[in-house]
C-alpha cells in the first residue's frame, strides 16, 4: 500500500469543488432515470449526456481502457459493472451508480445504491443499503485534520459489523482531485498502520463496498465487472471529503 498523500493547493481545490458539484448532480440526476426494462446500455448512455450537459467529460471513460461512461453494477455486481446491451434492470434489482466527472482539471468521483421497486423493499435490501450508507457516514464523520486515514477505516468497519455486512477489501477507497486515483489508498477495514495523518488540503474518496453475504469478491472474465461469490447482493455508496484547516467538507453533497 502507498503511503504517501497528496495536499492540493487553494487553486486546485476550487476546481476540484465545481467537478464534486457536478459530479454529485449528476449522479443524483442518473440515479432518478433508473427504470425496470431499461438495459444498462440505455441507462449509461443517458449517464454521458447527463454529464456532457453539465458540461463535464465523463472521468472513467477510457481510464485504463474502461469502456463505459458509468459504472453499473446491478445485484451481486460489487464494483465496476460494465454496459451492455443485453443486460435488463429489473424491478428488485439493487443498482449501484459510480459516476466520475471531470471539468477544467478537477475531477469529482461519488457513488451510490439505489433499489427499483415501489417501496416493497426485502427487510435484508433495506438492511444492506442503509448500513453501506450510514457506514460512509461514520468514514466522513470520523475525519478531522490532525487524526489519521485509519479513523475512517476503523469508524466505517464498526458500522459494517453493526449492520452485518460483509466488507470487501481487495478495493479500496482513495486520494482525489486532478487524477482520479491519487494517495492514500482508504480501506474499509482496520489495518495495523494509521496511514497518513489528515492535513489540510488533502482530498478523499471514502467509498464502502458492502455485502449482504460474505466478503469474498471475484472478477469476471470480462476483466472489470466485481461480484460476490456467494451470489448476494453488494453496496456502494461513496463521497469526496476535504480536509480544511477546521475540519472536513463534504464535496459530493448535492
Ligand atoms: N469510483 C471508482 C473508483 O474509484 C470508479 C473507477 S471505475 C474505472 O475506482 F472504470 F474508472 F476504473
Ligand atoms: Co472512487
Redesign the pocket.
Known sequence: MRTDYVIHTPAEIEKIRVAARKAAEARERICALVRSGMTTWDLDELAGEVIRSLGGVP??LN??G?PGNI?ISLNDEV??GIRSRERFILKGDVVSI?V?VTFEGGIG?N?KTVYVGDGDMPEDISRLLKFTESALEAGLAAARPGGYVQDISRAIEMEAKRGRLGIVEE?VG?GCGTR??EPPDVPNYTQHRKGPCLRPGMVL?I?PMLNLGSKRVYMESDG?TVRTRDGEPSAHF?HMLLITETGTEVLTRV
Open positions: 472521468t472513467f481510464y485504463r474502461y459504472c464494483v465496476h459510480d466520475g468521483d457513488a478495493f482513495h482520479l486515483h474518496a467509498e472489470w461513496e
